[in-house]
Structure formats: structure tokens, C-alpha cells
């Protein structure tokens, strides 16, 4: 293992993910407090409907927004390396997307809530609120500060403002809860965080771009055409990003519209426990995906950097895993309180997430790479509706261990087709061993 070091390419990628762990452990402390304090203050319903009108926004972000620091790393990842008008011209690019998807979902989001509300467990008394949370969507959605940033190598400023949210969200937590602040000074907490956080990473990048003289030139546009497939590329990634959210905030809100708040709650105690223990894998896709786009997937070099950060993310993670098995129960009952126990179950069966997400986070970089953004798509799509098709009967017959289940599966059918997928897709590319006459 000690030769690994030597790659360089490996040492930028842990070195990237150094900085992106520091700052994920701060705000991992932060955000369990954060939602520890929550639970105790306003119980299992009034925390659930917190949970259901945050999810609601942000899963209308996940369906809406372009995931568009894909096109910046894709095409503007060699900007350091002096190619600076495809840089230019894909931020510019990932810009416009990025405030007409933020806008137009936002108006789609207020429009159809009085319509959806009830479906998604949003009481009627806490309608007005919900609205008022969607309007985040236009900051919540964008992603070319973050392109811009990963694009450019300042992965250390990406960890900073990582922490600017949870750090701050807990700070006002901690004063409602001893003041005993009422339901809807929480929802605002989380209002002013989520939006403070947002416009921090804009001045990020935008100070790094004038630090770099890269500020000129970079001008909103729909028509990118130094970028050949651009608008291709764009399309695959923002439906397989809507898809995606399917896994998170739309999880959320389909278990709270089939069991209820409290189904909701319960459900994000122990998907919050587990996504912990996948942290290490998203921590180095984060940093992994700017780096192999920089190398040659006909040679063994990319190939080999998969494994190793397969294996690094799968030591760490089983660690987590170990701890949360061990100790999940007693960890539940001192966080939230002795109401949410009953998330461990769930949490039992959600401890296979993780080790999906090891086997997963390095596939759709690897894919994107070699120009097949539809192969994500595909596999999310087969892993999306194989979830919908279950998850209301599994939680008919055995409630919230049922959504924790279909959740679950819905991952393992993702997750194997995009193995299949790039195992093809590596026969295609390997390179040719010569041949004797």
C-alpha cells in the first residue's frame, strides 16, 4: 500500500479530501447537535413538520437545479494548466443555468404547494411557512461557486464554507432551545443558515476569480459553443441530479405522506446516523472527479486510482458502520430522546447505504469522464422506480422499517447497474495488448 503515495494523483486527491474531512467532521458535530436539540425541543410531530418543510424545498432544489459544477469541472477542469476560455465560457454557461432553473423552481415550487400539502404531510397552519422557505431555491440550487472552486483547486475554501452553515445554524439552535423559542423561529433558523451559507460560497468564488484575473471574460449564456455536447452533457446530469434527489429530501416526503410526521422524523434520525457513515465516500467523489478528468482512461492510471479510493473509503466507512451497529441504540436515546428509538430499526437496515455509496461514489465520475452521461441517468432511473414501485407497500405492510427497506433496495439496483455499466464501458477503453506475428 505504501507505493500508492507515490502516485501523484493520489496525493492531490487525499491531500483535496483532507480538506473537505476537517470540515465535514465540524459540520457532522454540529449537525446532529443541530437536530438533537431540535428533537428535544419541539417533539417527534413538530420536529417532523420542520424536517417536511425543509425537504419539500429542498426536494423541488434536487428536481430543478443542473448540477451544473459538473460542466465547469468537465470542460474548465485544465484552467490551471492555462486553458482559460473554456473555463470562461462554461462558468458563464453553468451560470445561466443555474439562475433560470433556481427562479423557475422556485415559482413551480409556491405554485403547487397549496396542491401537494396535504399529500406531503405539510399541515395547513404551517402552509405560509413552507412557502416562504421555498424562496431559497434560487441560492439553494446553484452550483457554479462550487464548480469554480473544485475547477480551480481550492478544495481548503470549499471545507471553510462547508462548516459557515451548521456552525452558525447550532449557535442559534442552542439560544431558541433555552429560550424556548416557538415553531416558527426554527423554520427561520434554518431560513437564515441555509441562505447565509449559500451567498458565503458565492464571495468565495468570486473573490478567488478576481484574485486570478479570471473575472473578465465570463459573461451568462445559453449558447456555449467552444463547448461541443455541452448542452448534452447538461441535460444527462441535471436528470440524473433530479432523479438522484429521489434519495434524499423526496424520500423524505414520500415516507411523511405515507406515515405521517412522525414517520418523517424517525426516518431522518436514522437516515442522518447513516449518511454519517457514508461520509468518507462522498468526502473523496468530491475530490475525485476534478482529478480523473485531468487523465488518460486509456491507460491503467485512472483505473487504478478507483480502486485505491474504493478501498481507502471502504476502511473508513466500515469503521463508522461497526460503531453505529454497536452502539446505534443507546446513541439514538441520549441525541434525540428515548421517543426516537424507534429509528433503529431503520438505522439496522440503512447501514447498507454506506457500504453501497463505498461501492458507488467513484462509478459516475468514471462515466462522465468518458463522455457517457447517460449511464447515470439509467441507472438511476431503474434504481428510482424500482423504489417508487415499493416503497408504499413495504410501508404498508411494516411501516418505517418498510421505507428503510425499500430505500435500500432502491440503492442495490442502482449501484449494480452502474457496475455493469462501466465494466462495459472498461472493456471498450482498456488498451490492447500488442500482438505477435
Not at 60 to 77: A, T
Not at 190 to 216: H, I, M, P
Request: hydrophobic share 55%; proline share 5%; charged share 15%.
Amino acid at each position: 500500500m505504501r507505493h500508492w503515495f507515490k502516485d501523484q494523483h493520489f496525493r492531490s486527491l487525499l491531500k483535496n479530501s483532507s480538506y473537505l474531512a476537517i470540515s465535514r467532521v465540524v459540520a457532522a458535530i454540529a449537525g446532529i447537535a443541530t437536530l438533537s436539540l431540535a428533537a428535544h425541543a419541539l417533539g417527534v410531530l413538530a420536529f417532523g413538520a420542520l424536517i417536511l418543510i425543509t425537504s419539500y424545498a429542498k426536494a423541488v432544489s434536487g428536481l430543478s437545479k443542473f448540477q451544473s459544477w459538473h460542466l465547469i469541472v468537465r470542460y474548465g477542469g485544465k484552467a490551471l494548466h492555462g486553458e482559460e476560455e473554456d473555463f470562461k465560457t462554461s462558468t458563464g454557461f453553468a451560470f445561466a443555468l443555474d439562475a433560470i432553473s433556481g427562479v423557475g423552481g422556485m415559482l413551480v415550487a409556491v405554485a403547487i404547494l397549496p396542491l401537494v400539502a396535504t399529500w406531503v404531510g405539510i399541515q395547513s397552519g404551517n402552509l405560509w411557512l413552507a412557502m416562504l422557505y421555498c424562496t431559497l431555491l434560487p441560492t439553494m440550487g446553484a452550483a457554479t461557486p462550487s464548480g469554480v472552486l473544485r475547477a480551480l483547486d481550492r478544495f481548503d475554501l470549499i471545507s471553510w464554507q462547508s462548516t459557515a452553515t451548521p456552525i452558525s445554524r447550532i449557535a442559534l439552535v442552542s439560544t431558541a432551545y433555552f429560550a424556548g423559542a416557538p415553531f416558527g423561529t426554527w423554520v427561520g433558523i434554518w431560513y437564515v443558515t441555509d441562505l447565509a451559507g449559500d451567498l458565503y460560497l458565492w464571495f468565495l468564488a468570486w473573490r478567488e476569480l478576481r484574485r486570478r484575473g479570471l473575472l473578465e471574460g465570463i459573461r451568462p449564456t445559453l449558447k456555449p459553443e467552444r463547448l461541443p455536447g455541452a448542452w448534452r452533457f447538461a441535460i444527462h446530469v441535471n436528470l440524473t441530479a433530479s432523479v438522484q434527489a429521489a434519495w434524499g429530501p423526496i424520500a423524505r416526503v414520500v415516507v411523511g405522506g405515507l406515515l405521517g410526521p412522525a414517520g418523517a422524523a424517525l426516518f431522518r434520525v436514522a437516515s442522518a446516523l447513516s449518511d454519517a457513515a457514508a461520509k468518507p465516500a462522498e468526502l473523496l467523489a468530491k475530490a475525485f472527479y476534478p482529478e480523473v478528468v485531468r487523465m488518460d482512461l486509456t491507460s491503467k492510471k485512472p483505473w487504478k486510482l478507483m480502486f485505491r479510493v474504493t478501498a481507502l473509503a471502504g476502511g473508513m466507512a466500515l469503521i463508522a458502520i461497526l460503531i453505529l451497529l454497536v452502539g446505534g441504540k443507546p446513541l439514538v436515546g441520549f441525541l434525540f430522546g428515548k421517543q426516537f428509538l424507534g429509528a433503529y430499526e431503520a438505522l439496522v437496515v440503512l447501514m447498507l447505504v454506506p457500504f453501497l455509496g463505498v461501492l458507488s461514489f467513484p462509478l459516475p465520475p468514471m462515466l462522465y469522464t468518458l463522455d457517457r452521461p447517460d449511464a447515470p441517468l439509467t441507472a438511476r432511473l431503474i434504481g428510482t422506480v424500482s423504489y417508487f414501485l415499493i416503497v408504499a407497500p413495504l410501508c404498508w405492510r411494516f411501516g418505517l422499517i418498510g421505507a428503510a427497506i425499500a430505500f435500500t433496495l432502491g440503492n442495490v439496483a442502482t449501484t449494480s447497474v452502474m457496475i455493469w455499466q462501466l465494466l462495459r464501458e472498461h472493456r471498450r477503453v482498456r488498451p490492447r495488448k500488442p500482438t505477435t506475428a
